[in-house]
């Protein structure tokens, strides 16, 4: 298991919806920019979300109104929010630090089909 671990992912139809959460291993979560990425068969992983320790947040133009990343603090968390799925968000989410990435963990499937 790597340091980061994702979780959250399953199986929707389109327009549904998921919560994504990343975590730290180690229990302690503390960084200066995170970021969700994904990666579908085929292609090259793509920053889909990112956010500040200050919170601002930056999103892909794919998932921009759709997708809302936030930190959970109480709980350690960062949490990508995905409404209105479409099918071509199908991919394996990750997360990682976004200027000092480490090892990528094992990464949530999202698979969204009718």
């Known amino acids: 298991q790597g340091q980061l671990v994702e979780s959250g992912g399953g199986s929707v139809q389109p327009g549904g919806s998921l919560r994504l959460s990343c975590s730290d291993s180690?229990?302690?979560?503390?960084?200066?920019?995170m970021g969700w990425y994904r990666q579908a068969p085929g292609k090259q992983r793509e920053l889909v979300a990112s956010?500040?320790?200050?919170?601002?947040?930056r999103y892909a133009d794919s998932v921009k109104g759709r997708f809302t990343i936030s930190e959970d603090k109480d709980k350690n968390t960062v949490i990508l929010q995905m409404n209105s799925l479409k099918p071509e968000d199908t991919a394996v989410y990750y997360c990682?630090?976004?200027?000092?990435?480490?090892?990528w963990g094992q990464g949530t499937q999202v698979t969204v089909s009718s």
């Open positions: 990682n630090f976004l200027y000092s990435p480490v090892q």
């Open positions: 956010i500040t320790r200050y919170g601002n947040t």
């Open positions: 180690r229990g302690i979560f503390t960084f200066n920019a």
